[in-house]
T-cell receptor, first 110, second 112 residues
Framework: RKEVEQDPGPFNVPEGATVAFNCTYS??????FFWYRQDCRKEPKLLMS???SGNEDGRFTAQLNRASQYISLLIRDSKLSDSATYLC???????????FGQGTTLQVKP | DGGITQSPKYLFRKEGQNVTLSCEQN?????MYWYRQDPGQGLRLIYY???????QKGDIAEGYSVSREKKESFPLTVTSAQKNPTAFYLC???????????FGPGTRLLVL
C-alpha cells in the first residue's frame, strides 16, 4: 500500500463546476498536511496547508479527518487556470521528509 | 530577489559520466532537499540536509551524492552508478525541518 494515495483522475470538468479531490495516508503519526499544485513541466507550488479544523482560501477548501486518515480539497467555481496536477503531501513526525501522492490531474474546459 | 535557483534547466549526460546539478537559495533556510520526479509519478526523496555540514539519505539515494558546505548551496551529483538517471530533479528548501518546503524550477536530466 502506498503511504499517500490519491484519486487517479484525470478530472475533466466544465468552467464553473465544483470538484473535489480525495487523499488517504497510511501513517497515523503523520503531523502536517499540504496540497501543492504542479503545472505541466513546472515545479510544485504550495496551494495550502491543511489544518485539523479545516481551512478555506477563496474558492479552495481543505479538510482533514484524522480518524479516517483522509484529506480533501474542494474547488468551487472552477476556472480554466485551475487546470493542473494537485499533489497531496504528508509530513510524518515533523521529520521534514515529505511524502507525495502521485497527483490528480484536473482539466477545466470552457 | 529571493528564491531558489537551479541550474542548468536541461542537462545531458553521456554513459559513464558524472554530472552535478546546482541548487542555491538566498532565503536563509536551514533545510534543503533533493527530489526526483518520473513521468506520472509523485516526487521521491533522494537526499536531505537540515543543517550545514550534515545530510541524510532519502528513499532513493543509491547512485547519487551531495554536499552541504554552505547554508545556501546543496549540489547533487548523479554518478555513473545511477543506471536510470533520466528524470526531473527538484530542489527544495525550508526554514526548518517542520517548515513548509519551497521548490526551485527544476533540472531535466537526459541520458544520451
Amino acid at each position: 500500500r502506498k503511504e499517500v494515495e490519491q484519486d487517479p483522475g484525470p478530472f475533466n470538468v466544465p468552467e464553473g463546476a465544483t470538484v473535489a479531490f480525495n487523499c488517504t495516508y497510511s501513517n497515523s503519526a503523520s503531523q502536517s498536511f499540504f496540497w501543492y499544485r504542479q503545472d505541466c513541466r513546472k515545479e510544485p507550488k504550495l496551494l495550502m496547508s491543511v489544518y485539523s479544523s479545516g481551512n478555506e482560501d477563496g474558492r479552495f477548501t481543505a479538510q482533514l479527518n484524522r480518524a479516517s486518515q483522509y484529506i480533501s480539497l474542494l474547488i468551487r467555481d472552477s476556472k480554466l487556470s485551475d487546470s493542473a496536477t494537485y499533489l497531496c503531501v504528508v509530513n510524518t513526525l515533523n521529520t521534514g521528509k515529505l511524502i507525495f501522492g502521485q497527483g490528480t490531474t484536473l482539466q477545466v474546459k470552457p | 530577489d529571493g528564491g531558489i535557483t537551479q541550474s542548468p534547466k536541461y542537462l545531458f549526460r553521456k554513459e559513464g559520466q558524472n554530472v552535478t546539478l546546482s541548487c542555491e537559495q538566498n532565503l536563509n533556510h536551514d533545510a534543503m532537499y533533493w527530489y526526483r520526479q518520473d513521468p506520472g509519478q509523485g516526487l521521491r526523496l533522494i537526499y536531505y540536509s537540515h543543517i550545514v555540514n550534515d545530510f541524510q539519505k532519502g528513499d532513493i539515494a543509491e547512485g547519487y551524492s551531495v554536499s552541504r558546505e554552505k547554508k545556501e548551496s546543496f549540489p547533487l551529483t548523479v554518478t555513473s552508478a545511477q543506471k536510470n538517471p533520466t528524470a526531473f530533479y527538484l530542489c527544495a528548501s525550508s526554514p526548518s525541518r517542520q517548515g513548509t518546503q519551497y521548490f526551485g524550477p527544476g533540472t531535466r536530466l537526459l541520458v544520451l
